[in-house]
Antibody, heavy 122, light 108 residues
Framework: EVQLVESGGGLVQPGGSLRLSCAAS????????MSWVRQAPGKGLEWVSG????????YYADSVKGRFTVSRDNSNNTLDLQMNSLRAEDTAVYYC???????????????WGRGTLVTVSS | EIVLTQSPGTLSLSPGERVTLSCRAS???????LAWYQQKPGQAPRLLIY???SRATGIPDRFSGSGSGTDFTLTISRLEPEDFAVYYC?????????FGQGTQLEIK
């Protein structure tokens, strides 16, 4: 059974940094592209970042480009999101999501974690 | 960026009824690269449909998807109590991949 468990969320001041992690199990992690998707309180879903199975390519929404960095460790089955220069509008639940193949393009999200809450506030 | 507009925003229906949710794209969604997700309060989204009309593993056959180009629909043939939730469409044919704003299905 696919399991994705996010951690690392919390309260951070504007301009601060936070690192999220997603621990994956139940599948061959390196064979699948992964992503972060966020949901602001009471709002809809917003794709944030993605990475191919081999880490060859990474992708970012314009709203986080230059501030967030996605990475993965295929030996430890973890996906990370380093978030710098955080803003109030980054406040959201951050979900780790799996794609059904190692490539990024033309693929949906077939499994999701339960999310971790990031609150950016002074 | 492809903008997805879902309608209606909220629907109030009773168990047993049939419902059709709409997702309209601002540009052509190539090769029907469209998915539907269900999200219940406090839970992660769950994949229902991909490729516009293919049901994900374990999804009951009362859920069906259709459409192409810019107009897509999700139909639930007979609502069960557990189907009351928020539904999102997502296109993954263009970059960036985008979601609709959601349709909330509530019990009448």
């Amino acid at each position: 059974e696919v399991q994705l468990v996010e951690s690392g969320g919390g309260l951070v001041q504007p301009g601060g940094s936070l690192r999220l992690s997603c621990a994956a199990s139940g599948f061959t992690f390196s064979s699948y592209a992964m992503s972060w998707v966020r949901q602001a309180p009471g709002k809809g879903l917003e794709w944030v970042s993605g990475i191919t199975g081999s880490s060859f390519s990474t992708y970012y929404a314009d709203s986080v480009k230059g501030r967030f960095t996605v990475s993965r460790d295929n030996s430890n089955n973890t996906l990370d999101l380093q978030m710098n220069s955080l803003r109030a509008e980054d406040t959201a639940v951050y979900y780790c999501a799996k794609k059904p193949s190692s490539s990024w393009s033309y693929n949906w999200f077939d499994s999701w974690g339960r999310g971790t809450l990031v609150t950016v506030s002074s | 960026e492809i903008v997805l507009t879902q309608s209606p925003g909220t629907l109030s229906l009773s168990p047993g009824e049939r419902v059709t949710l709409s997702c309209r794209a601002s540009q052509n969604v190539s090769s029907s690269y469209l998915a539907w997700y269900q999200q219940k309060p406090g839970q992660a989204p769950r994949l229902l449909i991909y490729g516009a009309s293919s049901r994900a593993t374990g999804i009951p056959d009362r859920f069906s998807g259709s459409g192409s180009g810019t107009d897509f629909t999700l139909t639930i043939s007979r609502l069960e109590p557990e189907d009351f939730a928020v539904y999102y469409c997502q296109q993954y044919g263009g970059s960036p991949q985008t979601f609709g704003q959601g349709t909330q299905l509530e019990i009448k």
